[in-house]
């Protein structure tokens, strides 16, 4: 355990891990002191965050109410390895935080707790995801806060730019390329959040990569294509 620590009734815990891929993960976990925590939740951050500061806060209150919380930093951000803000593939993304989030449900102790994800911004687009793949009802629920699930027409690239930048991918996909306008700003709307977020030395703040904006841009359009799971899911909770 790489770090560890007791405060209001909440226990918080660190520790690294070794992907099915090699790759040194960040995971982390809250967890109600003195009791049994009555299910599980399973974080998922937004493109370019991380879990054991930017979502500390989500973490803590969850784990006061009774819940255990854990949370993965993906490839290539937080404190995770990979080249930081890069996103090679989002479907290695999603598996890495499958095997990590059914490896604690499954262990002994959790076997009979309901399990929850939460997904904010790109971390809900791995929500959707992390329910697609795993088999109906294995989730007992989400919530997804601000999720990509849908880019604003206005948005959108224009087809030949998209096929452009799919060429340049073959030979530069890790350079920062991306125009964007700040993230953060649009993001928070406090503006301790804002300043958090500036200093947190773990978020990646640069333009994106070309992959990774490839990706995410892939991504959506999938997830958008087939909003009818997205329905299934929230029937699914109710």
Not at 82 to 101: M, R, T
Request: aromatic content about 8%; charged content about 30%; hydrophobic content about 35%.
């Amino acid at each position: 355990m790489a770090a560890s620590y007791s405060d209001e009734g909440v226990r918080y815990e660190e520790e690294f891990i070794t992907s099915s891929r090699g790759l040194k993960l960040f995971t982390c976990r809250w967890l109600p002191e003195k009791k049994e925590a009555k299910a599980l939740i399973f974080l998922c951050h937004g493109y370019g965050m991380e879990c054991s500061i930017s979502m500390r806060d989500s973490g803590t209150r969850l784990a006061k109410a009774g819940y255990e919380v854990h949370g993965i930093d993906y490839e290539g951000h937080g404190k995770s390895s990979g080249l930081q803000g890069y996103v090679p593939s989002i479907e290695l993304v999603v598996n890495d935080c499958c095997d990590h989030f059914t490896s604690v449900s499954e262990r002994k102790e959790n076997k009979k707790k309901e399990r929850y994800l939460l997904g904010e911004s790109m971390g809900g687009a791995v929500v959707l995801l992390l329910h697609r793949k795993k088999a109906a009802g294995y989730w007992n629920g989400a919530v997804l806060v601000a999720p990509m699930c849908k880019i604003n027409d206005e948005m959108k690239p224009h087809p030949v730019v998209i096929s452009i930048l799919k060429r340049l991918d073959s030979i530069i996909p890790t350079w920062r390329l991306v125009p964007a306008k700040d993230i953060i700003d649009r993001a928070f709307k406090l503006p301790q959040k804002r300043q958090e977020v500036r200093d947190n030395e773990y978020c990646y703040k640069g333009k994106p990569r070309l992959k990774t904006t490839l990706e995410l841009f892939a991504t959506s359009l999938d997830i958008e294509k087939n909003l009818h799971q997205v329905y299934r899911l929230i029937n699914l909770i109710n």
